[in-house]
């Protein structure tokens, strides 16, 4: 059974085996850190990395795939996959498991950041996960105070979980090649939180914040908080130069 590419999904398959190894060693090294059994793949479209996360140890997989003709030809070629692939869209599940659980997956890139804020979303039974993402996302996800790649991405992921770049995987490495450089992220859920008012303050307040990111952060959250406040010195500053932390405390002094 054949299977066609499908641009409208953003469907880029790996085809270097190498790289595939590589990402489900790391994958099954994170189950093993964690002392997780339950694995959810998104997009496993052909099943490059798939065939290898199947053959993990003790692992309760499942996949989730939106492509009704790839998940005809995974159940045909892996026929352990019957009655463990989710047919829908991955930014409409629900938590597959009742345990925590894994998240791994080479992301459609046009929708790679909504993957993301869905695994904050699902942050208490998500405890590590691994994905390929466009560079450029990669490193906006990881990127710390002060670079010009660091902004909302950044801020909302890094409140939960301690993000590390791993590695890039070129162009070439897929089916059809990217025009772009792609890169492999693991997310490691912190073990203390932030301490915030209310997570819809937190959100309300970076996302206007880096709204206007050239300005300060005076003129770009005027409407945050009252006159008074405005006149503390970190309001001075511009929005990527503050930490995670400068944005939780702000959030007890918001209107």
């Known amino acids: 059974m054949e299977y066609s590419l499908k641009k409208s999904l953003g469907q880029h398959f790996l085809k270097d085996e190498a790289i595939c ?32 996360l199947i053959n993990i140890p003790n692992c309760h997989f499942k996949a989730v795939e939106l492509d009704e003709e790839k998940v005809a030809y995974l159940n045909k070629n892996f026929p352990s996959l019957n009655g463990k692939i989710i047919s829908e869209d991955f930014l409409h599940t629900v938590p597959p498991f009742d345990e925590p659980f894994m998240v791994v997956g080479n992301y459609p890139y046009n929708i790679s950041t909504q993957i993301l804020f869905k695994i904050i979303d699902w942050k208490d039974v998500v405890p590590v996960s691994i994905g390929m993402f466009q560079k450029e996302v990669a490193i906006r996800a990881a990127a710390k105070p002060g670079k010009k790649d660091y902004g909302v991405l950044s801020v909302l992921l890094q409140a939960f979980y301690e993000v590390t770049y791993l590695f890039d995987i070129p162009p070439e490495s897929f089916n059809p090649p990217p025009k772009v450089m792609s890169g492999i992220i ?6 203390e939180e932030l301490n915030y008012t209310s997570h819809k303050k937190f959100i309300l307040l ?10 300060t952060l005076r003129n770009a959250t005027r409407a945050l908080f009252e006159p008074t406040v405005l006149t503390n010195e970190i309001f001075n500053k511009r929005a990527e130069q503050l ?13």
């Open 186 to 191: 693991k997310l490691q859920r912190k073990t």
């Open 243 to 255: 930490s995670l932390q400068d944005f939780a405390n702000l959030t007890h002094q918001m209107r």
């Open 206 to 215: 970076v996302k206007t914040s880096f709204n206007q990111r050239r300005k």
């Open 21 to 52: 190894i590589q990402i489900a060693q790391a994958i099954e090294a994170a189950l093993q850190q964690f002392q997780l059994t339950n694995l959810l793949e998104v997009g496993p479209g052909a099943g490059a990395i798939t065939k290898h």
